[in-house]
């Protein structure tokens, strides 16, 4: 039993299913199986229980993973500390941030980070789905939400407003709505949300209104929704972020901006799990990401 077969084993249990952690680990799953199997031989005992999609520890399993990640962290703090005598910061760090944000606003912070700590290994995805932090082994998420999990540390980001708008095109050929009611029925151009009815909740004051809207079009990838917004297919419904350039420009004109508007949540965290990783690189990459969306806003 060495550490090479332990560190295997953490990411099966971390992964759920020995597909994903050979698609990890860049090895077939039959070497997985193999490496698992003369795992539990040396082990003398079973140490996941399989069915067709997840693989789960067993008592033991779990036992051996507790140590397994123990000598994980300590293998890491062997190289934080040789990281120190050469004078630069060493590691990989897993980040999946929202399409959007993650390509309109963090990507030159991102660049900038690699030009400042070439040595960390940033393995990225943009996603606008939420991924699990201890299922997927990341280190980071960025989500909107307007309450974080009360599990995970979180670090806001910036406060998050959605606008209405419509590109001048469209806006020739349909009226803007003048009330919150008028947007239901309308064409939007929106994110979905998965598992439940697209509603938007809207704030005047102390006047909370609620619309159910009626998409023309969806995706996950706020960049697109920017691009169709911009050739006139629907009323846009997106985060202020994405077309603040826009309507600076006076490319969309946007309505109802005496109303508050929210899908997701109105506000941007960073999420990380407690003492997870508690490396050099994962807290640069904290103060440096805190420290830029502070300069933003």
Known sequence: MNSESLLLFLEIVDSGNLSEAARRLRMTRANVSYRLKNLEKDAGVQLLRRTSRRAEPTQAGQLLYDHSKAIQ?????????????????????RIAVPSGYGKVVMADWLIEFKHLYPGIVLDLAFESRVGDLVREDLDFVVRITSAPPAELVARKLRDVRYVACASVAYVQSNPMPVSFAALRGLPIVTSDVVGRDLRLAGYRGSVREEVLLSPTLLSEDFVFLRQATLAGLGLGVLPDYMVQEDIDAGRVITCLDEWRLSIFGTQMYLLYVPNRHPTRAASAFIEFVVGKSRNKA
Request: hydrophobic letters at 50%; glycine letters at 10%; zero cysteines.
């Open 73 to 93: 962290l300590e293998l890491l703090a062997a190289k934080e500390s040789l990281a120190k005598l050469s004078g630069t910061l060493q590691g990989k760090l």
